[in-house]
T-cell receptor
Framework: NAGVTQTPKFQVLKTGQSMTLQCAQDMNHEYMSWYRQDPGMGLRLIHY???????DQGEVPNGYNVSRSTTEDFPLRLLSAAPSQTSVYFC???????????????FGPGTRLTVT | AQSVTQPDIHITVSEGASLELRCNYSYGATPYLFWYVQSPGQGLQLLLKYFSGDTLVQGIKGFEAEFKRSQSSFNLRKPSVHWSDAAEYFCAVTTGNQFYFGTGTSLTVIP
Protein backbone atom coordinates (compact mmCIF):
# COMPACT_ATOMS: atom_id res chain seq x y z
CA ASN A 1 0.00 0.00 0.00
CA ALA A 2 1.16 3.51 -0.81
CA GLY A 3 -0.84 4.91 2.11
CA VAL A 4 -1.73 8.58 1.75
CA THR A 5 -0.13 10.37 -1.18
CA GLN A 6 -0.09 14.09 -1.91
CA THR A 7 0.94 16.03 -4.96
CA PRO A 8 2.70 18.30 -5.56
CA LYS A 9 5.36 18.37 -2.83
CA PHE A 10 6.12 22.05 -3.44
CA GLN A 11 4.19 24.81 -5.18
CA VAL A 12 4.64 28.53 -5.68
CA LEU A 13 1.62 30.60 -6.70
CA LYS A 14 1.02 34.22 -7.40
CA THR A 15 -1.76 36.04 -5.57
CA GLY A 16 -5.07 35.40 -7.25
CA GLN A 17 -4.11 32.16 -8.95
CA SER A 18 -6.07 29.00 -8.30
CA MET A 19 -4.82 25.48 -7.92
CA THR A 20 -5.75 22.04 -6.65
CA LEU A 21 -3.78 20.03 -4.13
CA GLN A 22 -4.24 16.35 -4.74
CA CYS A 23 -4.69 13.70 -2.06
CA ALA A 24 -5.27 9.99 -2.53
CA GLN A 25 -5.36 6.98 -0.23
CA ASP A 26 -5.43 3.28 -1.04
CA MET A 27 -6.58 1.99 2.36
CA ASN A 28 -10.33 2.21 1.67
CA HIS A 29 -10.69 4.79 4.44
CA GLU A 30 -14.02 6.52 4.73
CA TYR A 31 -12.74 9.56 6.60
CA MET A 32 -10.39 12.03 4.93
CA SER A 33 -9.31 15.50 5.97
CA TRP A 34 -7.13 18.47 5.10
CA TYR A 35 -5.03 20.45 7.55
CA ARG A 36 -2.74 23.40 7.31
CA GLN A 37 0.32 23.69 9.50
CA ASP A 38 1.71 27.07 10.42
CA PRO A 39 4.57 27.83 12.82
CA GLY A 40 3.40 27.99 16.42
CA MET A 41 -0.17 27.05 15.53
CA GLY A 42 -0.08 23.29 15.20
CA LEU A 43 -2.40 21.71 12.65
CA ARG A 44 -5.74 23.28 11.90
CA LEU A 45 -8.55 21.45 10.16
CA ILE A 46 -9.68 22.97 6.87
CA HIS A 47 -12.27 20.51 5.55
CA TYR A 48 -13.11 16.90 6.11
CA UNK A 49 -15.19 14.14 4.56
CA UNK A 50 -16.85 11.11 6.17
CA UNK A 51 -17.47 9.38 2.87
CA UNK A 52 -17.91 9.86 -0.85
CA UNK A 53 -20.26 12.75 -1.54
CA UNK A 54 -20.12 14.07 2.03
CA UNK A 55 -17.91 16.98 3.08
CA ASP A 56 -17.97 19.48 5.90
CA GLN A 57 -16.05 22.50 7.11
CA GLY A 58 -13.40 22.47 9.74
CA GLU A 59 -11.85 25.27 11.74
CA VAL A 60 -10.39 27.33 8.87
CA PRO A 61 -12.39 26.66 5.67
CA ASN A 62 -12.41 30.13 4.08
CA GLY A 63 -10.69 30.30 0.71
CA TYR A 64 -10.72 26.54 0.21
CA ASN A 65 -13.08 24.17 -1.51
CA VAL A 66 -13.30 20.37 -1.47
CA SER A 67 -15.27 17.58 -3.06
CA ARG A 68 -15.27 13.82 -2.57
CA SER A 69 -16.47 11.96 -5.65
CA THR A 70 -14.62 8.73 -4.81
CA THR A 71 -13.49 7.01 -1.64
CA GLU A 72 -9.85 7.28 -2.72
CA ASP A 73 -9.49 10.95 -3.64
CA PHE A 74 -10.02 14.17 -1.72
CA PRO A 75 -8.67 17.21 -3.61
CA LEU A 76 -8.33 20.63 -2.00
CA ARG A 77 -8.92 23.67 -4.20
CA LEU A 78 -7.59 27.13 -3.55
CA LEU A 79 -10.00 29.43 -5.33
CA SER A 80 -7.94 32.63 -5.38
CA ALA A 81 -4.63 32.25 -3.60
CA ALA A 82 -3.60 34.81 -0.99
CA PRO A 83 -0.28 35.23 0.86
CA SER A 84 -2.09 34.19 4.06
CA GLN A 85 -2.49 30.74 2.53
CA THR A 86 1.26 30.19 2.51
CA SER A 87 1.55 27.07 4.62
CA VAL A 88 2.25 23.37 4.67
CA TYR A 89 -0.83 21.33 3.83
CA PHE A 90 -1.41 17.82 5.08
CA CYS A 91 -4.01 15.33 3.99
CA UNK A 92 -5.01 12.54 6.36
CA UNK A 93 -7.35 9.56 6.34
CA UNK A 94 -8.75 7.09 8.82
CA UNK A 95 -10.77 3.88 8.91
CA UNK A 96 -13.70 5.04 10.91
CA UNK A 97 -16.64 6.83 9.38
CA UNK A 98 -16.52 9.04 12.42
CA UNK A 99 -13.09 9.93 13.75
CA UNK A 100 -14.73 9.65 17.10
CA UNK A 101 -14.69 5.92 16.56
CA UNK A 102 -11.16 6.22 17.75
CA UNK A 103 -9.27 5.22 14.68
CA UNK A 104 -6.11 7.22 14.23
CA UNK A 105 -5.45 9.29 11.16
CA UNK A 106 -2.73 8.45 8.67
CA PHE A 107 -0.97 11.47 7.22
CA GLY A 108 0.47 12.21 3.83
CA PRO A 109 3.94 13.76 3.42
CA GLY A 110 2.58 17.28 2.93
CA THR A 111 2.58 20.01 0.29
CA ARG A 112 4.57 23.16 0.93
CA LEU A 113 2.74 26.08 -0.67
CA THR A 114 4.09 29.59 -1.06
CA VAL A 115 1.89 32.41 -2.32
CA THR A 116 3.70 35.55 -3.45
CA ALA B 1 -15.18 23.62 21.59
CA GLN B 2 -12.46 21.20 22.41
CA SER B 3 -8.93 22.47 22.83
CA VAL B 4 -5.52 21.00 23.40
CA THR B 5 -2.73 22.76 25.22
CA GLN B 6 0.92 21.87 25.04
CA PRO B 7 2.52 24.35 27.44
CA ASP B 8 6.12 23.66 26.44
CA ILE B 9 7.06 25.11 23.08
CA HIS B 10 10.59 23.76 23.17
CA ILE B 11 12.40 21.25 25.38
CA THR B 12 16.07 20.31 25.42
CA VAL B 13 17.24 17.09 27.05
CA SER B 14 20.51 15.20 27.16
CA GLU B 15 20.72 11.86 25.42
CA GLY B 16 19.91 9.12 27.91
CA ALA B 17 17.87 11.42 30.15
CA SER B 18 14.18 10.91 30.78
CA LEU B 19 11.53 12.94 29.00
CA GLU B 20 8.04 14.14 29.78
CA LEU B 21 5.98 16.22 27.37
CA ARG B 22 2.83 17.77 28.73
CA CYS B 23 -0.61 17.83 27.18
CA ASN B 24 -3.87 19.13 28.61
CA TYR B 25 -7.22 18.99 26.92
CA SER B 26 -10.51 20.70 27.43
CA TYR B 27 -13.61 18.58 27.02
CA GLY B 28 -16.44 17.45 29.28
CA ALA B 29 -16.31 13.75 28.51
CA THR B 30 -13.37 11.46 27.93
CA PRO B 31 -12.12 12.06 24.42
CA TYR B 32 -9.91 9.90 22.29
CA LEU B 33 -6.31 11.03 22.77
CA PHE B 34 -3.28 10.70 20.55
CA TRP B 35 0.38 11.61 20.40
CA TYR B 36 2.02 12.13 17.02
CA VAL B 37 5.64 12.79 16.10
CA GLN B 38 6.86 14.81 13.13
CA SER B 39 10.42 14.72 11.89
CA PRO B 40 11.62 17.71 9.86
CA GLY B 41 10.03 17.84 6.42
CA GLN B 42 7.88 14.80 7.11
CA GLY B 43 4.26 14.00 7.81
CA LEU B 44 2.94 12.98 11.21
CA GLN B 45 3.42 9.50 12.61
CA LEU B 46 1.27 8.06 15.38
CA LEU B 47 3.16 7.25 18.58
CA LEU B 48 0.26 6.03 20.69
CA LYS B 49 -3.42 6.44 21.40
CA TYR B 50 -5.87 6.19 24.29
CA PHE B 51 -9.52 5.25 23.90
CA SER B 52 -10.50 3.61 27.18
CA GLY B 53 -9.32 1.07 29.74
CA ASP B 54 -5.84 1.10 31.18
CA THR B 55 -4.79 4.70 31.64
CA LEU B 56 -1.14 3.95 30.89
CA VAL B 57 -0.66 3.24 27.22
CA GLN B 58 2.44 2.02 25.46
CA GLY B 59 3.47 3.21 22.05
CA ILE B 60 6.19 2.81 19.50
CA LYS B 61 9.84 3.75 19.98
CA GLY B 62 9.66 3.19 23.74
CA PHE B 63 7.17 5.97 24.44
CA GLU B 64 4.29 5.76 26.89
CA ALA B 65 1.57 8.13 27.99
CA GLU B 66 -0.68 8.33 31.00
CA PHE B 67 -4.26 9.58 30.91
CA LYS B 68 -5.28 11.39 34.08
CA ARG B 69 -8.95 12.28 34.02
CA SER B 70 -8.78 14.42 37.16
CA GLN B 71 -6.11 16.61 35.58
CA SER B 72 -7.41 16.45 31.98
CA SER B 73 -3.90 15.48 31.00
CA PHE B 74 -2.26 13.01 28.69
CA ASN B 75 1.47 13.41 29.18
CA LEU B 76 4.01 11.61 27.03
CA ARG B 77 7.05 9.99 28.62
CA LYS B 78 10.19 8.15 27.67
CA PRO B 79 12.67 6.80 30.23
CA SER B 80 15.79 7.28 28.11
CA VAL B 81 15.91 9.63 25.13
CA HIS B 82 17.87 8.82 21.99
CA TRP B 83 19.32 11.38 19.59
CA SER B 84 16.86 10.16 16.95
CA ASP B 85 13.94 11.30 19.11
CA ALA B 86 14.65 14.91 18.19
CA ALA B 87 11.46 16.03 16.45
CA GLU B 88 8.20 17.91 16.93
CA TYR B 89 5.57 16.22 19.06
CA PHE B 90 1.85 16.88 18.83
CA CYS B 91 -0.93 15.91 21.16
CA ALA B 92 -4.38 15.54 19.59
CA VAL B 93 -7.93 14.89 20.72
CA THR B 94 -11.08 13.84 18.92
CA THR B 95 -14.61 13.40 20.11
CA GLY B 96 -16.41 13.15 16.79
CA ASN B 97 -15.57 14.12 13.27
CA GLN B 98 -12.92 16.68 14.07
CA PHE B 99 -9.44 16.34 15.43
CA TYR B 100 -7.90 19.12 17.50
CA PHE B 101 -4.14 19.40 17.71
CA GLY B 102 -1.93 21.17 20.18
CA THR B 103 0.62 23.67 18.96
CA GLY B 104 3.42 21.17 19.36
CA THR B 105 6.56 20.74 21.44
CA SER B 106 9.92 20.80 19.71
CA LEU B 107 12.43 18.40 21.25
CA THR B 108 16.18 18.91 20.98
CA VAL B 109 18.49 16.15 22.16
CA ILE B 110 22.05 17.06 23.08
CA PRO B 111 24.90 14.54 23.29
Amino acid sequence: NAGVTQTPKFQVLKTGQSMTLQCAQDMNHEYMSWYRQDPGMGLRLIHYSVGAGITDQGEVPNGYNVSRSTTEDFPLRLLSAAPSQTSVYFCASSYSRSAGGGHEQYFGPGTRLTVT
Amino acid sequence: AQSVTQPDIHITVSEGASLELRCNYSYGATPYLFWYVQSPGQGLQLLLKYFSGDTLVQGIKGFEAEFKRSQSSFNLRKPSVHWSDAAEYFCAVTTGNQFYFGTGTSLTVIP
